[in-house]
């Protein structure tokens, strides 16, 4: 199974700032990944895939980058709206995997 | 506009099955592979089974096999989990998605339906 590993677990920043998580899989995964974001109460939403394409309607200070076994999710000018969970998910193979997630706070 | 609801969670002593449901509506169902993924309360995303489009393929996640089973209907646009044998820790929202074909991701999921195993 590839082990997904996120970081940080928690980032609290102000509006405006420049946020940025990782996630590292256990082995490499060329672009075979995605990123969602889950608000509190709600289902996971699909924000990336394939690393860094984004998916309709998703407002652009989201972007994705990096392939093999290092991603990153960068959110610019962030917003209050955007308070959430995010998650990453391999998808090289079955058992797909998620990472534990990082949690974004506003100051 | 494409639409998932699940639908068969509820309470379930330790042991004892449940059958759940998702409902698939504004797309061509038969064309897509479907994924459940669960999530315990406060903890993050497992993903637990996934059907291809003509249910020729399915595979288990290793924590749920040989207790969970994946199925679908093309015909009445469903796809359902077959859960036995269920233990305090598979307590959990599952939610029903579709996968793209392309990147394997989960790109329109349900509302999740609530499992809760406690005696």
């Known amino acids: 199974d590839i082990q997904m590993t996120q970081s940080p677990s928690s980032v609290s920043a102000s509006v405006g700032d420049r946020v940025t998580m990782t996630c590292r899989p256990g082995?490499?995964?060329?672009?075979?990944l995605a990123w969602y974001q889950q608000k509190p109460g709600k289902a996971p939403k699909l924000l990336i895939s394939?690393?860094?394409s984004l998916q309709s309607g998703v407002p652009s200070r989201f972007s994705g980058s990096g392939s093999g076994t290092d991603f990153t999710l960068t959110i610019t000018n962030l917003q209050p709206e955007d308070v959430a969970t995010y998650y990453c998910?391999?998808?090289?193979?079955?058992?797909?995997?998620f990472g534990g997630g990082t949690k974004v706070e506003i100051k | 506009e494409v639409q998932l609801v699940e639908s068969g969670g509820g309470l379930v002593q330790p042991g004892g099955s449940l059958r759940l449901s998702c409902g698939a509506s504004?797309?061509?169902?038969?064309?897509?592979?479907m994924t459940w993924v669960r999530q315990a309360p406060g903890k993050g995303l497992e993903w637990v089974s996934y059907?291809?489009?003509?249910?020729?393929?399915?595979y288990i996640a290793d924590s749920v096999k040989g207790r969970f089973t994946v199925s679908r209907d093309n015909a009445k646009n469903l796809v359902y989990l077959q859960m036995k044998s269920l233990r305090a820790e598979d307590t959990a929202l599952y939610y029903c998605?579709?996968?793209?074909?392309?990147?394997?991701?989960?790109?329109?999921w349900g509302q999740g339906t609530l499992v809760t195993v406690s005696s």
């Open positions: 059907i291809s489009s003509s249910a020729s393929v399915t």
């Open positions: 998910q391999q998808a090289k193979s079955f058992p797909l995997t």
């Open positions: 504004g797309f061509t169902f038969s064309s897509y592979d």
């Open positions: 082995q490499h995964i060329s672009s075979w």
């Open positions: 394939g690393a860094s």
């Open positions: 998605a579709r996968l793209t074909g392309d990147t394997v991701t989960h790109d329109y």
